[in-house]
């Protein structure tokens, strides 16, 4: 087991080696392209070596949003090294070249924690970033947002973040696969092939590229038909989060701008609505909701656990959803496994489908502080101490057994390290 000094150290050797100068790598080798939520938790770490890279990381992440306000999934700058799919399978025509679907606004959430932390010097600067932030949050209204549910829809597995979490294959199932050129995926080339994707999501997960790239990009279309589309917890209670972030922001920045305001809290009221439509009785829990049979999904993923993150704890569910992660607690050695332990499906070693990830841990547990769930969100914090200290800073981890899995030396696995595991348990540097 290593020892919290050490683990400082190291957690800032992993961010040095995937720094970019102005931009941050998820992790070399397997990832030589810029991320979005992966970006905005790097800042979160910088932050403990230095401010201003920090803000500078956010700002080169704003600085990629397209016309429409969308800010893209991946950015490719500098030498990406063959990152597949790259920029030509996306084809996006964008100046600055991106992939063609967006990902966890965590972006405003992050902003507003390094405005607690110290200011950005440039005031002109934070105001294109608000600027930025409510075009972007308006964006995901008008392209993503279920006109059914009230909820915000994926129109990709990836834009969720959550890559290949079963709770999306009912929906990939009805992706039919396209006549797809022969390709090689790079991902395998670092990673066992147990612990990723399998060929036939692979297969569906460039089909959905080839819909957008054939259309340009449409993005309002594409919110209402691509051929894959799943109301999605995750990015439904971030959004809700960044945006009551963003309000705060605005009323510190911009306060002149009450049109922006108003915007951003309709938007507030309409996700909030939203939230409480995915409550599902059946599994007493928050869950997917697919728009296409306009049904939930019957399954428990950590995503249910984001409530008191997006403040809505203040419901009759709470209790449930609190037996839900206890009952959760006892299957497991580590918490929060990215999908049910209890369900047929779980798998502790492939990606989504059951490791737990430090980012998902970090939101999960700050929203069980801010309620007053503290034996909870420790629990949450202090498991994922203990897996970095067992394992070092993996992607992700096996919740059974604690072994790391996936890419090794992890940009946000550090970051959340330094910003959260390590702070909380006020071990300091000594
Ligand atoms: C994987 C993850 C995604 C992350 C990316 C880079 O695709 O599922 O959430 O942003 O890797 O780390």
Redesign the pocket.
């Known amino acids: 087991m290593a020892t919290s000094n050490s683990l400082y150290q190291r957690a800032i050797d992993v961010l040095k080696q995937n720094d970019r100068g102005t931009y941050s790598l998820?992790?070399h080798g397997l990832?030589p392209v810029q991320?979005?939520?992966?970006s905005a938790f790097a800042a979160l770490g910088y932050r403990f070596i230095n401010q201003h890279r920090a803000w500078q990381e956010v700002m080169q992440l704003a600085s990629s949003q397209w016309p429409d306000g969308m800010i893209p999934?991946i950015m490719f700058r500098g030498d990406h090294d063959g990152y597949f799919p790259g920029p030509d399978i996306w084809n996006t025509g964008q100046f600055i070249e991106t992939s063609g679907i967006t990902?966890p606004p965590v972006l405003a959430s992050v902003v507003r924690q390094l405005d607690e932390a110290g200011p950005y010097r440039d005031v002109n600067g934070m105001y294109d970033m608000l600027r930025r932030l409510v075009r972007w949050h308006d964006w995901f209204m008008k392209a993503r947002l279920d006109p059914q549910s009230l909820g915000i829809q994926i129109i990709h597995p990836?834009e969720s973040?959550?890559?290949n979490l079963t709770d999306w294959d009912q929906g990939m199932a009805r992706v039919e696969i396209a006549d797809l050129p022969p390709y090689t995926r790079r991902d395998l080339d670092h990673v066992d092939s147990s612990q990723r994707p399998t060929k036939e999501q692979y297969d569906r997960y460039l089909t959905l590229v080839k819909f957008g790239r054939d259309r340009h990009w449409p993005q309002a279309y594409l919110g209402q038909n691509s051929p894959f589309r799943m109301v999605d917890p995750g990015m439904t209670a971030f959004l809700l989060r960044a945006n009551r972030d963003l309000i705060v922001l605005l009323n510190k920045y911009l306060p002149e701008d009450t049109d922006s305001i108003a915007l951003i809290q309709s938007h507030i009221n309409t996700l909030e609505l939203g939230w409480l439509n995915l409550w599902n009785p059946k599994v007493q829990a928050y869950t997917a909701y697919d728009p296409v049979l306009q049904q939930p999904i019957d399954s428990v993923s950590a995503a249910s656990f984001l409530s008191c993150y997006a403040s809505m704890h203040n419901d009759l569910h709470h209790g449930h959803l609190m037996d839900q992660f206890d009952r959760i607690a006892n299957k497991v050695k580590f918490m929060v496994p990215s999908f049910d332990p209890e369900h047929a499906d779980f798998d502790a070693k492939r990606?989504?489908r059951g490791p737990v990830w430090h980012v998902i841990n970090n939101r999960i547990g700050l929203g069980f502080s801010e309620v007053g769930e503290h034996e909870r969100a420790e629990r949450i914090r202090k498991d994922s101490e203990d897996l970095i200290a067992q394992s070092s800073f993996y992607?992700y981890f096996n919740p059974i057994t604690g072994d790391g899995l996936g890419g090794k030396d992890?940009t946000?696995t550090a970051s959340v390290y330094l910003d959260w595991v390590m702070q909380e348990a006020d071990h300091g540097q000594d």
């Open positions: 998820p992790t990832y991320f979005n939520w992966d999934h990902q990836w973040g959550r890559d990606y989504w992607e992890f946000w």
